[in-house]
């Protein structure tokens, strides 16, 4: 039912979309003399990384009735939108959980935290042991080694912690895969811009 009704009010999600750092040249006055070129020096280069073209940041045009401040997941596509104003949305990519550990349902940003700290769930010990028996009991502090990144936002239903978060990542290359267990990550630099402007209490589907 959720994913009727999405497919239904979401068909122009993705369309004429403009990536978020285009900038308009500003019109020279009548008879005003050329500004000199910047020295290849003095031109910060732009910053990149190690995911598709459609996995950078851009604004897209949405459908004009979506909750403005909301956060849907199209999780076959791995886009996360943010409804920023009526039919206007940021759209970034991200990595999901692989197909037996996708979460898909509505929850709520319920706690946002920098650095955060990270500990396997009993789930992820019980798959594999190998990678996380150790940190099972204390757990990793939060630091750039973190596999949660910069910045994570948790995931409540009805008060209950899902276990589910949208957070950052030490493998960028991850992006745009199926590869978690279940949570949604996103490049360190992207998800710290989205953690700026999500405010707790924020509705979040994801499909």
């Not at 598709?52 to 401040?69: H, I, M, N, R, S």
């Not at 596509?77 to 996708?102: C, D, N, T």
């Not at 996380?132 to 409540?156: H, I, V």
Request: with cysteine; hydrophobic share 45%.
């Amino acid at each position: 039912m959720y994913r009727r009704t999405f497919l239904t009010s979401l068909a122009a999600l993705g369309v004429a979309a403009k990536p978020l750092f285009a900038q308009a040249a500003a019109a020279a006055p009548a008879g005003a003399a050329a500004p000199a070129a910047a020295s290849p020096a003095a031109v910060a280069p732009a910053k990149t990384w190690p995911i598709a073209p459609q996995f950078y940041p851009t604004e897209v045009d949405v459908k004009p009735d979506l909750a403005v401040g909301s956060i849907i997941v199209v999780s076959d596509k791995f886009f996360l939108y943010h409804i920023i104003a009526p039919g206007k949305a940021m759209r970034y990519g991200v990595a999901v959980g692989r197909s037996e550990l996708q979460f898909r349902g509505q929850a709520t940003v319920a706690r946002k935290v920098e650095w955060p700290s990270w500990k396997p769930t009993p789930e992820m010990v019980k798959r594999s042991p190998s990678h996380y028996a150790r940190y099972a009991e204390t757990g990793m502090p939060g630091g750039p080694g973190n596999p949660l990144g910069a910045r994570a936002m948790y995931l409540y239903q009805n008060g209950h912690d899902t276990g589910i978060r949208i957070h950052g990542t030490i493998e960028p290359s991850s992006i745009g895969h199926a590869v978690s267990n279940g949570c949604l990550r996103m490049v360190n630099d992207h998800v710290m811009a989205l953690y700026k402007v999500v405010e707790l209490g924020t509705p979040v589907t994801v499909y």
